[in-house]
């Protein structure tokens, strides 16, 4: 993710922490990326440097004025103010993100050869809940047919391979190093 997703993140979540509602804030936030990520007018209209940025904020303020938190209609403003309006998506990923982190919710990503089962998954998913006491965990399944068999686990930076070919490397890198 790049810097300004995170900085501007922040700034968001530090907001809707102080007024207690990242619920909130999060859906409020989810429904203007989804405009923006579904409405190719839309974007286009925000992105174009033809636009004058008075309509723009404008535009933005009869559309979601009453709709959504009204710091959310601000931080738009600013977006618009910075030339970063581009960068929302990433921003909201990025909130989102970080709201997991303040309500203990554990963001996985399980690679497989084969898709898994929802009891597979849910397997997976409480034992890194109790490993990392997490209140809950989300879970996505990614396929990557060059694993062989078994799976790796990724949580942020950190891959956990229990994967066969992870085995085969490791085993290669054992017997070249002596």
Same mark, same amino acid.
């Given at each position: 993710?790049?810097?300004?997703?995170?900085?501007?993140?922040?700034?968001?979540?530090?907001?809707?922490?102080?007024?207690? #509602?990242?619920?909130?804030?999060?859906?409020? *936030?989810?429904?203007?990326?989804?405009?923006? /990520?579904?409405?190719?007018?839309?974007? *286009? *209209?925000?992105?174009?440097?033809?636009? !004058?940025?008075? @309509?723009?904020?404008?535009?933005?303020?009869?559309?979601?004025?009453?709709? $959504?938190?009204? #710091? %959310?209609?601000?931080?738009?403003?600013?977006?618009?103010?910075?030339?970063?309006?581009?960068?929302l998506p990433g921003m909201f990923d990025e909130f989102v993100n970080m709201a997991d982190k303040?309500? !203990?919710?554990?963001? @996985?990503?399980?690679?497989?050869?084969?898709? %898994?089962?929802?009891?597979q998954i849910s397997a997976i998913k409480e034992k890194y809940r109790k490993v990392y006491n997490?209140?809950?965990?989300?879970?996505?399944?990614? $396929?990557?047919?060059?694993?062989?068999?078994?799976?790796?686990?990724? @949580?942020?930076?950190?891959?956990?391979?229990?994967?066969?070919?992870?085995? *085969? #490397?490791?085993?290669? /890198?054992?017997?070249?190093?002596?």
């Amino acid at each position: 993710m790049p810097l300004v997703d995170r900085r501007y993140a922040e700034a968001l979540i530090d907001i809707s922490v102080q007024n207690k #509602e990242i619920d909130a804030y999060q859906q409020d *936030f989810q429904y203007i990326v989804d405009v923006f /990520n579904k409405q190719e007018d839309f974007k *286009f *209209f925000l992105l174009s440097p033809e636009i !004058n940025a008075d @309509i723009k904020k404008d535009t933005l303020k009869k559309l979601f004025d009453g709709s $959504i938190k009204p #710091e %959310l209609l601000k931080f738009l403003m600013l977006l618009l103010d910075k030339g970063r309006i581009k960068f929302l998506p990433g921003m909201f990923d990025e909130f989102v993100n970080m709201a997991d982190k303040k309500r !203990n919710i554990l963001s @996985i990503t399980i690679v497989s050869t084969s898709p %898994l089962s929802a009891t597979q998954i849910s397997a997976i998913k409480e034992k890194y809940r109790k490993v990392y006491n997490a209140s809950s965990v989300k879970a996505a399944n990614e $396929i990557d047919l060059d694993l062989i068999g078994g799976i790796k686990v990724k @949580i942020g930076d950190e891959v956990i391979d229990g994967s066969i070919k992870g085995r *085969f #490397e490791d085993l290669r /890198n054992l017997l070249l190093n002596k």
